[in-house]
């Protein structure tokens, strides 16, 4: 296993460097970088609709750059001042390097215009987007697990057809629409006004005892966490069903019930564990994959800080050192979750050898 684990650890660098080098690269084309962005502010267009017909401004060159300079009236050595304080002075291919290098040493740099750590935002949005997906991931699990296998037992039963019909209802809305439905039924739209619609605390939460900040917070997370586990728990269900019922057919379970066991014994008993392999094996890759994509349009709607949030403001203003900060960050955590997902693998079944596999 020692080896696997070993050659798994060397392929991250080169997996994590060629994801870089193509985003970056892509990015490069995107018209209305940062020096646009900066610009614009300047010359009051405060967006880049306006300029959307100028190129990237690091793949821009001197004629392009003093074509855009005479249209727009602007003194040349700003835009040229602008370039040098970005880093847009230097060859794209210098930049990507001289950026890695940086990140090689856990340096993300500063924001554009926020004028403030990458590193410090991060850990700033971060107990927003944890909270979120902690939860929701609790939540999920919590509904899934029992569903699935109540689905299991009862296969072909009316419970079994009529929460299929449920769970793939709420699996076809997507999660952001559900969570406009929510604000507008729920939040002070057309009909109630029961729950906050923006952030995790109210603004006198410093103020309250330690127990009304709780329910302050639980208060705030409701329609969110909601938004959020209501589409996610469809795919686990079936997939803890179909392997419950996969393992129900065998041979080992029939003994069992010979021998007189309960359902409850050889469910937990004998069932479960080969069952929830696949299940539990994939919760580092499901905890991921909701924290750092799942939760980007539920932070935009409910206006939380979190870092889906984070990234979609850098995304808008191009503000590339949070762009690819937390871009290289989250890679390098999800290639390190696949490789403790295989590892739980073997944790749960020992029977399982990805080692010998490869040889």
Not at 18 to 34: K, L, R
Not at 93 to 110: A, E, I, P, S, T
Not at 245 to 264: I, P, R
Not at 278 to 284: E, M, T
Request: with cysteine; charged share 15%.
């Amino acid at each position: 296993m020692a080896r696997y684990i070993f050659k798994r650890l060397l392929l991250i660098l080169p997996t994590l460097f060629g994801i870089m080098v193509i985003n970056f690269t892509i990015i490069q084309f995107a018209p209305g970088g940062p020096v646009e962005q900066a610009l614009a502010q300047a010359t009051g267009l405060g967006n880049m609709s306006s300029t959307a017909s100028i190129s990237s401004a690091n793949a821009m060159g001197p004629a392009e750059s003093s074509g855009y300079q005479g249209a727009s009236g602007l003194d040349p050595e700003l835009v040229e001042s602008l370039k040098r304080q970005f880093g847009f002075d230097k060859p794209p291919h210098v930049r990507f390097f001289n950026m890695m290098w940086d990140y090689l040493q856990f340096d993300f740099g500063h924001s554009y215009f926020q004028d403030r750590d990458v590193v410090d935002l991060v850990f700033e949005r971060l107990p927003v987007s944890l909270s979120l997906g902690l939860w929701s991931l609790l939540l999920i699990y919590g509904i899934s697990i029992p569903l699935g296998i109540s689905k299991a037992v009862k296969d072909g039963e009316a419970f079994d057809l009529w929460s299929s019909l449920i769970v793939f209802t709420a699996y076809a809305i997507p999660g952001f629409l559900f969570a406009v439905i929510l604000i507008v039924i729920f939040a002070g739209g057309s009909y109630l006004d029961w729950f906050p619609l923006r952030g995790l605390t109210s603004e006198n939460a410093d103020t309250l005892s330690f127990t009304a900040q709780v329910k302050d917070y639980l208060w705030h997370l409701t329609l969110p966490l909601i938004a959020l586990t209501i589409g996610g728990f469809a795919t686990l269900t079936m997939l803890t069903k179909n392997s419950f019922l996969e393992e129900l057919n065998k041979q080992f379970v029939l003994t069992a019930y010979a021998k007189g066991l309960s359902q409850t014994r050889v469910l937990y008993g004998h069932v479960f564990r080969n069952a929830m392999l696949i299940v539990i094996a994939g919760f580092p890759a499901a905890f991921i994959g909701i924290l750092f994509t799942g939760a980007l349009l539920i932070e935009v709607i409910f206006s939380l800080d979190g870092i889906g949030l984070l990234g979609y403001e850098a995304v808008i203003k191009r503000d590339y050192p949070i762009l690819f900060g937390t871009m290289y960050c989250f890679t390098l955590i999800g290639l390190f979750m696949q490789l403790i997902g295989d590892l739980t693998y073997t944790l749960i079944d020992p029977r399982i050898d990805f080692e010998s596999r490869d040889s």
